[in-house]
């Protein structure tokens, strides 16, 4: 695959991405999705596989185009947008919302990963490096959580 099909895939993933905001489901659906999003200029279903699959894709899906795109344990996919919200009303909104299930689900994201969630989830710790009790999140979704809580603390 060139560098401009790339780019081009790249920014479809991102696209779908924000448009779901946080879809668990299998590659294969999103794939369809991605394919859909690029019309008649998709690579084939077996091409965006395997380039969807790869570790470097999924870097540089996170630190360029602010998108994860991970495996959990359970074999199911993840697609989640990483955007911070630069409005500080939502992003205090979001800040003080609690997941229904807070011992199993992620607070940026708001999957429930049930009986897996010590290994997928990591505490998230205060500036104190305390635990915050009943939050936990991916380490994909630590990264925004963190920059929208950053953001909220220096509008106080």
Not at 8 to 33: N, P, Q, R
Not at 143 to 154: S, V
Request: aromatic share 10%; charged share 25%; proline share 6%.
């Amino acid at each position: 695959m060139d560098a401009d099909l790339q780019l081009k895939v790249l920014a479809h993933v991102k696209f779908v991405a924000m448009h779901y905001f946080a879809f668990k489901g299998s590659l294969e659906t999103i794939i369809t999705f991605v394919a859909y999003s690029m019309g008649s200029d998709s690579p084939s279903p077996d091409r965006l596989d395997n380039f969807l699959r790869r570790a470097e894709t999924q870097r540089r899906l996170e630190n360029e185009f602010e998108t994860a795109l991970f495996m959990d344990t359970a074999k199911v996919w993840h697609l989640v947008s990483l955007v911070v919200p630069m409005d500080v009303a939502i992003a205090r909104r979001r800040l003080n919302h609690r997941p229904i299930s807070p011992g199993t689900q992620c607070r940026w994201c708001l999957a429930d990963s049930k009986g897996f969630a010590g290994q997928e989830l990591k505490p998230e710790l205060d500036i104190y490096r305390q635990p915050v009790p009943g939050s936990f999140l991916h380490p994909q979704c630590m990264r925004p959580w963190l920059a929208m809580r950053a953001l909220c603390d220096r509008e106080n």
